[in-house]
C-alpha cells in the first residue's frame, strides 16, 4: 500500500512568488494534517482535515497561507505571496477517522521549502 | 514556556547502553501521549504510544506520570540503528498534536 506522498520534495523561490505543494493521503484515510518545521524549531500543528472539511487551522501563520481539500482526497498548501521565513520543510500526515480518539499519523517524506 | 520540552542532547552511547529521556508537557488536560522517531532528513514515524500504566515494546518502555506532566522513554541494549532524534508528541485534545523539539541520540560502536 503506497503511504502518504508529497509533491515537490524540494522547491526553491523568491520572495513573492507563490508556491503549491501538494499531498496524498493514503487511501482511505479521512484525516489529513500539515505540519511545518522551521529549521532549529520543533514541528509545528497547521491544520486539520476531516475528508473536505477544515476542523482546526489555528496553527496557520496568516491569511497568505491557503489550504484546501477538494473532494476529500489530496490536499495543497499555498502559500502566496511567500516569505523568507517561510522556508521550512512542510510535512503533511493521514490517519484513519475513528471516533474522537487519537489515530497514528502517517507521515509524507515532507516538501523542503526555500525562500530567497 | 514550550508546550512540551525535551532535552535536545545530544546523546552519545556506546553500544549495549541503556539511555533515557524525558519530556515535560504544560497542558494538564492532554489526554494522548507518544514518541515519535525521526531519522536525518526523513519524517517521522510512531515509535509507540504511551500509556498511564506504562508499556514496554522490545528494548523500548514509554512511561507517563500524569501528576508531574512528565513522560519518559527508556532504551535497553542500544544498537546503532537506534541512533536517530525521538519527539515527544502530546496530543492536547480533538485531533491538535504538539511536537517537543525533539532529543537526538548516537549510539556509537
Known amino acids: 500500500e503506497a503511504g502518504v506522498t508529497q509533491f515537490p520534495s524540494h522547491s526553491v523561490i523568491e520572495k513573492g512568488q507563490t508556491v503549491t505543494l501538494r499531498c496524498d493521503p493514503i487511501?482511505?484515510?479521512?484525516?489529513l494534517y500539515w505540519y511545518r518545521r522551521v529549521m532549529g524549531k520543533e514541528i509545528k500543528f497547521l491544520l486539520h482535515?476531516?475528508?473536505?472539511?477544515?476542523?482546526?487551522e489555528s496553527g496557520m501563520p496568516n491569511n497568505r497561507f491557503l489550504a484546501e481539500r477538494t473532494g476529500g482526497t489530496y490536499s495543497t498548501l499555498k502559500v502566496q505571496p511567500a516569505e523568507l521565513e517561510d522556508s521550512g520543510v512542510y510535512f503533511c500526515?493521514?490517519?484513519?477517522?475513528?471516533?474522537?480518539?487519537?489515530?497514528?499519523?502517517?507521515f509524507g517524506p515532507g516538501t523542503r521549502l526555500t525562500v530567497l | 514556556r514550550k508546550e512540551v520540552e525535551q532535552d535536545p542532547g545530544p546523546f552519545n552511547v556506546p553500544e549495549g547502553a541503556t539511555v533515557a529521556f524525558n519530556c515535560t508537557y504544560s497542558?494538564?488536560?492532554?489526554?494522548?501521549f507518544f514518541w515519535y522517531r525521526q531519522d536525518c532528513r526523513k519524517e517521522p514515524k510512531l515509535l509507540m504510544s504511551?500509556?498511564?500504566s506504562g508499556n514496554e515494546d522490545g528494548r523500548f518502555t514509554a512511561q507517563l506520570n500524569r501528576a508531574s506532566q512528565y513522560i519518559s522513554l527508556l532504551i535497553r541494549d542500544s544498537k546503532l540503528s537506534d541512533s536517530a532524534t525521538y519527539l515527544c508528541?502530546?496530543?492536547?485534545?480533538?485531533?491538535?498534536?504538539?511536537f517537543g523539539a525533539g532529543t537526538r541520540l548516537f549510539v556509537k560502536a
Open positions: 500526515a493521514s490517519s484513519q477517522l475513528q471516533g474522537k480518539s487519537y489515530n497514528e499519523q502517517f
Open positions: 487511501s482511505g484515510h479521512d484525516n
Open positions: 482535515f476531516v475528508k473536505e472539511s477544515k476542523q482546526d
Open positions: 497542558n494538564s488536560a492532554s489526554q494522548s
Open positions: 504511551v500509556y498511564s
Open positions: 508528541v502530546v496530543n492536547a485534545g480533538g485531533f491538535k498534536t504538539i
